[in-house]
């Protein structure tokens, strides 16, 4: 596991504010209210804990099917507004996933918005991009998310801001860590994704993220097919439909935690 601590006291950590998709707000890890939990919400919780009660103070501000420039438009001013002690920082997926996205080009932004945002808050974790060698859906973008997730770490120590690195996250490459849509995790993917962020921020976690999945059965190829189909009806289907249609999954979505409340 590669060291992204930079000797960080995570008790100072009194209030935190995560931005970016649908991968932030939670997608995938439905709470008991309708509402989505997610590895950030998880995050909160550990970070809570190293804080006297009460004291921690954290907002969400992240939507599903958010790009790159619609976040820095949308979310940067309200965490900079906020003050948070910590930010999280995800975006550029939903762009890197579209035809004939230039990945260098949405570095070039995102770093600008990096830039923006060290200038004001204490310390912002940023977040690299998975391996999807193993996910059906993405493992032929697995070049350009290479090439984005390298300019995220270079943009990391360019302004010293601790890295989720999700590349290096091998648990998160089975497919019980992503939701039956292939695109999200699943609640266990989340809250690895949690723990590991957690580590970088200096945190003793209950857990290894990276611990090892138990055997699974395996599967034969009339079922994978029976996967495989009802997957595009469910899925796929609907998301090229938004895409023809202009719409986002996050249209009339509003963020989850707008302020800086205690847990």
Not at 189 to 216: C, K, M, N, Y
Request: net charge negative.
């Amino acid at each position: 596991m590669a060291d992204d601590s930079r000797s960080i006291n995570s008790g100072a950590f009194g209030s935190y504010a995560a931005i970016g998709d649908s991968f932030t707000e939670g997608v995938g890890d439905p709470g008991p209210d309708g509402s989505f939990v997610g590895w950030a919400d998880r995050l909160a919780v550990l970070l809570a804990d190293q804080r006297p009660e009460h004291t921690f103070r954290y907002a969400n501000l992240a939507v599903r099917g958010r790009l790159l420039d619609q976040i820095v438009e949308e979310q940067v001013p309200r965490a900079k507004a906020l003050a948070p002690d910590l930010v999280s920082f995800c975006a550029g997926g939903n762009d890197i996933i579209r035809p004939g996205s230039d990945p260098d080009a949405v570095a070039e932004r995102f770093e600008a918005a990096v830039a923006d945002l060290t200038s004001e808050v204490g310390t912002v974790m940023i977040t690299t991009g998975f391996d999807t060698r193993g996910v059906p859906v993405l493992r032929h973008l697995r070049g350009k998310i290479a090439t984005y997730t390298a300019h995220v770490r270079s943009i990391s120590d360019r302004y010293d801001c601790p890295v989720l690195d999700l590349w290096s996250l091998k648990s998160v490459q089975d497919r019980r860590a992503w939701d039956g849509d292939r695109l999200h995790l699943s609640p266990e993917g989340h809250t690895r994704v949690a723990l590991r962020a957690a580590q970088v921020l200096g945190l003793e976690v209950p857990a290894d993220p990276d611990q090892v999945w138990p055997p699974e059965a395996r599967r034969g190829s009339a079922e994978v097919r029976r996967d495989n189909i009802q997957w595009a009806r469910e899925h796929l289907v609907p998301w090229i439909g938004r895409r023809l249609r202009g719409e986002s999954s996050g249209d009339h979505v509003e963020p989850k935690r707008p302020d800086l409340l205690p847990l």
